[in-house]
Structures are given as structure tokens and as C-alpha cells.
């Protein structure tokens, strides 16, 4: 025990009557405790040295160890008693382990790092030895006799560590009051496996138990929370001790305590007869209470919605929610306590822009969601982690849509989640969404857009294919069956399969989750119809002859299509699903001379591309010229979304895509004009070396300036898709050059950063726009310098992210380097927003390769920062080099990986960065003449 020497008696007291019969922690003495304490730092050190400079070594035995814990105990109970001292940056506890043995063994094997464990000892056994296995971070105790099967043991801890220089474990955070004082609070990160860095404990998600919590925090203005509600303190002057109700049996990833002097709000949430209601209470530093009132409006509306939806009681007596300052994600479910970035809970109409209001709903009820599927039913394994994160997703947008309905969620879902994923899940980088998993590495790295986005867009898939109706009674009785325990992927699959006998829910599901990638449908005309052949979509038409064969349905997929001809009634569907084994599927019609066009994938609820013949096509694109409105919003999104990704993987000609663009001048809604938005800065930065480029920026200035003028630049309070639009237009018509947007966005930038007030400032939808570009117009090191003032003394996290957007904007290389080297200093740029300032650097052309260089000639001391566990430090080089396309990138990209061959949670990220090189390399050979030629009126073919 290291607690402060003041503290020392009671906690020493406490420990004698917690652990009476243990005498080895009678024994302790205060002499041993406080060299301990000394030690701390040392110890850890020691750690982070193993963990940085020995990692290649423990990477190459990766394969020849075994990282999963022994089956032969599981935990019950937890007796968890913390002090977090905020002055030093460390902590201090204890803890008592109730474990059932089911295997007889001799030893008793948890997982335990970064931590300085002093004293173990198992009740009624008269000595135990033990010893740290850093490479599988384990805490292994011998018995000098063996367990039998049936018992039930008790094994209490001492331990000790740091919170400092992280921000997962148990960690300290940092804000400045409003008086500008610096304060101090601790809090906790535990998934997917860093619950071990804050005490021993079996750190598996299937290990599930109870725990009751003791935490220590200072006596006044500052308090502890925890999972549940506090039951109990005791004042112990200088300290006080907060004690919780015992938890529900959960995972340890989902314990939390924080410790901090934070205010709160709180509402009650109406269970509307499913359970009882209950108290939702939002923490945030003092100064910044008012912000979380549209959280709280909008958490207790949207948790009403998910207990109606799955028709099973919140388990828990409270909801709470807290904004930590220094947080390595958007958020984390903790059961009963979800923790959040400040500009992912709070909201404030002076600073937080139209996105912001959107991304709190969409995080808040992503968290939200989570407190059922992934809290009271967990997945068994990692490997299965799209159950907690793919439901997570989709259920998100069903419940800000059910919250704000005209916010058009379920279209934006396409353009946020789908088209994102699809681009990944298009190369050979990619993987299943299930996947095996074992190392801390790569359990980090499988948090990412496919266990996310492809995980919820098959969820959507399936729903669609099965009824909403269906779907939803398959959600409640999978949570009613599996409540407190763990799953795997064919648990839920049987709930649906149980209520479909249509068809074999179960394999067409394995097609999809056990396969990465998914497939392009051809379309052609036949005899009778339609004829639908499919084939995997790779984005490279050289990865093709690369692509491994290694799976079992031979990347063929059973494809739930939906479909609507011209000559139906709007919003009339047909619908088939097209078998993995089968070599083609037809669409008969019994009048096909009528029909004009097909158009398949109806609102792009299915994973999959759409190709179609050349006349096909061009009936298609003389509708959306003629009346687009017959198609809707998501139809039309499909469609450019679908062509441009055709053109680019060199299946279709860019004839098909460019000339879909001409009926974008009738385009007013945004999720569409997003698409488009999206590609013809894309295509800019492509072609913004070679020929051809300047008539490209003619055309597609030519296709924003009719939209740009009507959009303007006055912010419609009322009215949430026009705002998204404006923003989406702004961006492009300024990225493009168009002068006006340019002039606009330097007026509004020079008025306000020579006058900086209130009323000077640009409207929160604007400032990311007028920052940036304002400040690529702008020729003055002072002026940066301004804006970088500016930015340092800003208090408001959503503001401090567009004030450093701006910052990345100059097209000065030299400021830029500066800035990079700037923002190693936290006290200057976050931890947690470092990655997010060096994209936008990379993103700025002049700052690619200052980024690029920066990178390689620090990766040792940004490896040793950040870990190579990190999974958001892993997919950097990805990020950094995405626009890379020659070979001269390449060989530099792959000397960098033969210097430094170790990668953890970034092994993915370094193929898809050289996969995305070489596509780009190709990309410029096979379309940049079809693009000029079309620009210069030259006649090609329609198809490749």
C-alpha cells in the first residue's frame, strides 16, 4: 500500500480488518511501504522500457505464445479499494478476489501491468510465490498446494502505480479552472485490456463478476464516481472514502471510477412501464456545467427509445455521463458511467457547429445503445467484438433518428458509415469481420471501420432482408436469453434464424462476417429480364491476381437484392436473394420492352456495388437529367457513389461518373451533393499534377457556382440538412478555387482576426471554412501567429479543434514543421488530438511531406510516446501517406517499414498504406487520359 503518509494509519487499519487472516499484510512496514513509493516511478520505467525498446524481440514470439488465461478458475467477486493521489500522479490499492475453481491447478493466473504489486496472499494458504510475465502482462501465483474443483478461494492484492504520461488504465487528466488555476482529476480507460494497468484482475470479457468499490479522493470540493451509486463515506480529514454498490456481474473493460472537484446536472428517464424509471446526471468541469444540457435532453430521450425498442429494463439505478478533458477515445460504455470526450458531450450554440450537435447525438447514442448490446450481453471473445460495436453503430443512427427525425439519419448513414468502409473493405488490407485475435496488439487493431461500419451496415443489410418486425423481436429475445453472460456471433444469428425459415439465415450471414470484402453485381439485359453475375470488388485491378482464394465460399457471397424498375410506381420494390453457389441470378419480367432502366439496391441498403451495362447506364443518367427526383435522396447518393468507385477500380469508364454530374445543378438535398462534394475534391487532389488539371477545376467549379450562390454563406438555424449542405458546398467550392469562396472566406478571416470578438466571429458552421482557407490566403507569419495566440488561450474543445484546423491551412512548410514540433508539448496540443492535428497537416499539400519526413525521423521518440499498441497511432502511416502515388513514395514507404519492421496495432495500417500507394500509381495510368479526353469532348467507351 503507498498511500500519502497522512493516510497511512487508516489505510493500514483498513487493510488489517479487510484482510484479517492474511498476515502478510500485517507484516508490512512502513518502512517497505514508503521505499515502495519511491520505487514507483522506477518500476514502471523499467516497465515502458520493455514495452518500447524490447518489444521487437516479444513481437517475434508472438506466435509461440499462448495470451489467453487458463480455464481452471473464474472470478466472482471483486473487493476493489483505490486511492488515486492527484498531487503526485499515482495510486495506491488493494484488493480481495473471489475465484470458483473449476479445474483443479496449483496456480492462479490473472493479468497484471505497469503495475507495482507488493504483496499477494490466498487466504488459508500458507505461502505462495509469484512472479510478473511481462510479455503476456500476467501476474502468475504458485500454491504450495492444489486447488480442487468445486472450492472457492480468495486471493487478495497490494499494489500500486502511475497515472501520468497515459491515458489508458487509471490516468490523470488536467483542466484550468475559469480563474486559470491548474486542476487535477483522475479517471479510467479500461477496454479493450488496460483494466489490468489499475489492478490485477482477469481481463477478459467472458471473466465476468461483481465488484464493490472503495475510492479515496480529497476531503471538499471533490468527490469520487463509480459504475453505481454511492452508498457510503467516510471522513478521514484530509481524505475521504466514497463506497458504491456492488456492480452487476460485468466485464472488467467496463468498470469506472473518476475522481474530480466536476459539477453536474441531472433528469430523470422514464421507463414507460418496462423497469424503473431512473436518474441520468452529466459531470463537466465547473465552468462548462451549462454545456451539457442538451446531452442530458437529448440522453434521456434517445435511452427511452432504445428500453421501448428492446423491450428489456435498464439494469442499473442510474445513468450517468461525464466529459473527462484528456480521453483517448470519442467515448467509453462504461455500465452506469460513460465517459466522453469534452467535445463529444458538451454543446454550446456560441461555439459547437451543426456537426458537433449531430456527432454528440451520434456518440451519445452509440454509448447509449451499448448499455444492452455489449454491457448486459457481451461478446465471448475479441473476436467477435463487431456484436458490441456493429449493433453499437447501427442502433445509433435508428436512435438519433428517432429522436430528430428530420435530421435525415438514415440517409446519412450511407455517406458516414457505408462509403467509408466500402472504400477499405474494397483492398486486399482488409479482413473479416470476425477474426481471430490474440495478442494486446491485435485486439487494439480489430477496433476499427470494419468491426464498426461494415459490422453495422451488415446489421442493416440483414434487417432489411428479414423485416424490421423481425429484427427487432430477434434483438429482445437474444437479450432476454443471454442477459449477463457472453455470446458469439452464431448466438445472435440462431435468435434470427429462429423467426426466418425462408431461407438459412446462418449461412447467408457467414458469407458476409467470415469473408472480408464483398461483391460487384453485373447487370445486363436477357431474354426475359435481367441477368445479375457477381464478383469480388477490388478496388486495384491488379490485386485481382494477387487476391488469395482462402476462403470457403471463394469470395462469392449470398446477396439479398432489392430492386425497382422505371415503369413501377415510386417507392415500388422487388426483392430475391442471390445464392453464393449459384452462377448468375434473373430477374423475369413479363412486359420487359417497357421497362427503360433497373436500378438495383434499392436506398443502398445492401453491402455490395452495382455495375450495369452501357445502355442501362445511360438510361439511368437521363433520368437523374430529366427528373432526379424520381429516384430518392438515397438512390441518388447510391448511384455517384457507386460509378465514381466503378471508374476509379477501372470497371467502368469515367465517361459514366462525369457525365452523372451534369444533373447535380438540379441537386438540393445534401446527402447526395456529399457524394459529390466528396469526389470532386478528390479528384482534384489526384489530378493536381498532371495534365488536364486546369480544365477539370473549370468543370467542377462550373458545377458548385449555381449551388454555392443559392446555399450562401447565412447559417439557417432552423433547418439541420440545409446547414450540412451549406458546409458541404462551402468546403468544396473553396477547396476548388472558385473565387468568390476564396474572397469570402479571407474577408471574413481578416475582419475577425484583426478585431477577435464575439461579434466578429464567424458562425460555428463557418469558422472550420473561413479558419482554413482564410489562413491559406492569407501571406502573413504574423497572421498565424494571431490565430495560433488564439488558439493556445481557447478554453472550448470543439473551438480549439477548428482554431487548429485553420493553423494547418498556411501554405508555409516552414510553420508548418513548426507547428508539428510545437504539438509535442501537451500543454500546447492534447495527446488525445495529436493524431487528428497531423492529418491535417498531411491533408494540406504543402504539409505532406514536412508530415512524411517528421514522421520517419521521429518514429523512434513517437513510438516510445505512444506505443505500438496504440491502434490510433497504428493507422497513422495509412493517413499520413494516402495521397502518395509514385514509385518514388513507394520505395520510401517501404524502406521506412524494412528500418522499422515492428508494427503492432499497425500491421493492417502499413499494407492498406502500400496497397493504397499502388492503386494510386495505377489510378493516375489507367484514368487520367479518360478524364481529359472527356473534358476536351473527345468521344470514349462507355465501358473497360
Not at 473449476?102 to 487466504?123: F, G, K, P, R, S
Not at 517499414?897 to 500507394?917: C, D, H, Q, W
Amino acid at each position: 500500500m503507498f498511500w500519502t503518509h497522512n493516510l497511512l494509519q487508516v489505510a493500514l487499519a483498513w487493510a488489517v480488518a479487510a484482510f484479517a487472516t492474511a498476515t502478510v499484510v500485517v507484516a508490512v512496514q512502513n518502512a517497505k511501504l514508503e521505499a515502495n513509493l519511491r520505487d514507483v516511478q522506477e518500476k514502471i520505467d523499467i516497465y515502458k522500457e520493455v514495452d518500447g525498446e524490447q518489444i521487437n524481440q516479444r513481437h517475434r514470439r508472438d506466435d509461440e505464445l499462448n495470451y489467453r488465461l487458463p480455464t481452471a478458475l473464474r472470478p466472482v467477486h471483486y473487493e476493489l479499494y483505490w486511492h488515486p493521489d492527484l498531487d503526485t500522479g499515482t495510486f495506491t490499492g488493494q484488493e480481495r478476489i473471489t475465484i470458483s475453481v473449476l479445474e483443479a491447478t496449483n496456480q492462479i493466473v490473472l493479468h497484471a501491468y505497469l503495475l507495482d504489486v507488493t504483496n499477494v496472499y490466498v487466504l488459508n494458504q500458507d505461502a505462495v510465490e509469484w512472479e510478473l510475465e511481462l510479455e503476456r502482462q500476467l501476474l502468475i501465483i504458485t500454491l504450495n498446494t492444489e486447488l480442487t474443483v468445486g472450492s472457492s478461494i480468495t486471493l487478495g492484492v497490494l499494489f500500486n502505480g502511475k497515472m501520468t504520461d497515459k491515458l489508458v488504465g487509471l490516468y490523470s487528466s488536467t483542466y484550468k479552472s475559469e480563474a486559470g488555476d491548474q486542476r487535477n482529476i483522475s479517471s479510467t480507460q479500461f477496454e479493450p485490456v488496460y483494466a489490468r494497468q489499475a489492478f490485477p484482475c482477469f481481463d477478459e470479457p467472458a471473466m465476468k463478476a461483481t465488484f464493490a468499490i472503495t475510492v479515496v479522493h480529497p476531503t471538499g470540493s471533490y468527490h469520487a464516481v463509480s459504475n453505481m451509486k454511492q452508498t457510503d463515506s467516510t471522513y478521514l480529514g484530509e481524505y475521504t472514502e466514497a463506497v458504491f454498490e456492488t456492480t452487476v456481474s460485468m466485464s472488467t473493460y467496463l468498470v469506472c471510477i473518476i475522481v474530480s472537484d466536476f459539477a453536474s446536472e441531472s433528469t430523470t428517464v422514464q421507463a414507460n412501464g418496462i423497469g424503473e424509471d431512473f436518474s441520468m446526471e452529466a459531470f463537466a468541469t465547473p465552468h462548462q456545467l451549462s454545456k451539457v444540457a442538451f446531452a442530458l435532453e437529448f440522453g434521456a430521450a434517445v435511452t427511452e427509445y432504445y428500453i421501448q425498442y428492446y423491450k428489456v429494463p435498464y439494469p442499473l439505478t442510474k445513468l450517468d455521463m461525464a466529459a473527462i478533458p484528456d480521453f483517448s477515445s470519442n467515448a467509453m460504455e462504461h455500465w452506469g458511467l460513460v465517459t466522453y470526450r469534452e467535445t463529444a458531450l458538451l454543446y454550446d450554440e456560441n461555439y459547437s457547429s451543426t456537426l458537433n450537435k449531430q456527432s454528440i447525438a451520434a456518440v451519445l447514442a452509440h454509448e447509449i445503445a451499448h448499455q444492452w448490446f455489449g454491457n448486459l450481453v457481451t461478446m465471448q471473445w475479441w473476436n467477435d467484438i463487431w456484436l458490441n460495436e456493429g449493433f453499437a453503430r447501427y442502433m445509433q443512427y435508428k436512435g438519433v433518428n428517432a429522436v430528430y427525425p428530420d435530421w435525415g439519419m438514415l440517409e446519412q448513414f450511407q455517406i458516414i458509415a457505408l462509403h467509408p468502409v466500402m472504400v477499405y473493405d474494397g483492398k486486399l488490407s482488409s479482413h473479416p469481420i470476425v477474426q481471430q485475435v490474440e495478442t494486446p496488439a491485435e485486439i487494439s487493431a480489430i477496433f476499427d471501420t470494419i468491426s464498426y461500419e461494415k459490422g453495422g451496415s451488415v446489421i442493416r443489410m440483414l434487417e432489411t432482408l428479414v423485416g424490421a418486425d423481425t429484427f427487432e423481436q430477434a434483438v429482445t429475445n437474444y437479450l432476454v436469453k443471454y442477459q449477463y453472460q457472453n455470446t458469439v456471433t452464431d448466438d445472435f444469428l440462431s435468435e434470427v434464424a429462429a423467426l426466418v425459415t425462408a431461407y438459412d439465415v446462418k449461412l447467408l450471414m457467414r458469407t458476409w462476417t467470415e469473408q472480408m470484402g464483398y461483391p460487384v453485381l453485373n447487370v445486363s439485359r436477357a431474354e426475359a429480364g435481367f441477368r445479375i453475375t457477381q464478383q469480388r470488388f477490388l478496388s486495384n485491378q491488379a490485386s485481382y491476381e494477387e487476391a488469395p482464394q482462402d476462403s470457403e465460399f471463394q469470395y462469392k457471397w449470398s446477396v439479398p437484392i432489392t430492386y425497382t424498375l422505371d415503369s413501377w410506381a415510386d417507392r415500388e420494390t422487388g426483392s430475391l436473394v442471390f445464392p453464393y453457389d449459384q452462377p448468375a441470378a434473373d430477374i423475369d419480367l413479363v412486359s420487359k420492352s417497357t421497362v427503360q432502366w433497373i436500378k438495383l439496391n434499392v436506398h443502398q441498403l445492401g453491402y455490395y456495388r452495382v455495375n450495369y451495362e452501357e445502355s442501362l447506364w445511360t438510361a439511368l443518367i437521363q433520368q437523374l437529367i430529366a427528373d432526379p427526383s424520381r429516384l430518392d435522396v438515397a438512390d441518388r447518393a447510391h448511384l455517384l457513389n457507386d460509378a465514381f468507385a466503378l471508374a476509379d477500380a477501372s470497371q467502368l469508364s469515367y465517361k459514366v461518373p462525369l457525365e452523372m454530374t451534369a444533373y447535380l445543378g438540379q441537386e438540393r438535398d445534401f446527402v447526395p451533393w456529399y457524394v459529390a462534394a466528396q469526389k470532386l475534391k478528390a479528384l482534384q487532389r489526384s489530378l493536381m499534377f498532371n495534365e488536364g488539371y486546369v480544365s477539370y477545376l473549370t468543370y467542377a467549379r462550373t458545377l458548385v457556382e449555381s449551388v454555392y450562390q443559392e446555399v450562401g454563406w447565412t447559417v439557417d438555424a432552423n433547418n439541420h440538412l440545409n446547414n450540412r449542405l451549406r458546409v458541404s458546398l462551402l468546403s468544396a467550392a473553396c477547396s476548388l478555387g472558385l473565387p468568390d469562396c476564396l474572397n469570402q472566406a479571407a474577408l471574413r478571416f481578416n475582419t475577425w482576426l484583426q478585431n477577435p470578438t464575439a461579434a466578429n466571429r464567424p458562425a460555428p458552421d463557418l469558422r472550420e471554412i473561413v479558419y482554413y482557407y482564410g489562413m491559406q490566403q492569407s501571406t502573413s507569419e504574423s497572421n498565424w501567429q494571431k490565430l495560433f495566440e488564439l488558439f493556445l488561450a481557447e478554453t472550448d474543445a470543439s473551438e480549439k479543434l477548428k482554431l487548429m484546423y485553420g493553423l494547418a491551412g498556411v501554405q508555409d512548410a516552414q510553420l508548418l514543421f513548426s507547428f508539428l514540433e510545437l504539438a509535442g508539448d501537451e500543454s500546447i496540443v492534447r495527446s488525445q488530438d495529436y493524431f487528428t492535428l497531423v492529418q491535417n497537416i498531411a491533408g494540406n499539400p504543402v504539409g505532406e511531406p514536412v508530415v512524411w519526413d517528421y514522421y520517419r525521423e521521429q518514429w523512434p521518440q513517437l513510438s516510445a510516446r505512444f506505443g505500438l499498441t496504440n491502434r490510433n497511432f497504428g493507422r497513422l502511416i495509412a493517413q499520413i501517406t494516402k495521397n502518395f502515388a509514385s514509385q518514388v513514395k513507394l520505395e520510401e514507404v517501404q524502406q521506412f517499414f524494412a528500418k522499422y519492421p515492428e508494427s503492432g496495432a499497425g500491421a493492417n495500417s502499413r499494407l492498406e498504406a502500400v496497397e493504397t500507394i499502388k492503386y494510386n500509381i495505377e489510378w493516375l495510368k489507367q484514368n487520367t487520359n479518360d478524364i481529359s479526353d472527356w473534358l476536351d469532348g473527345t468521344s470514349v467507351p462507355l465501358t473497360k
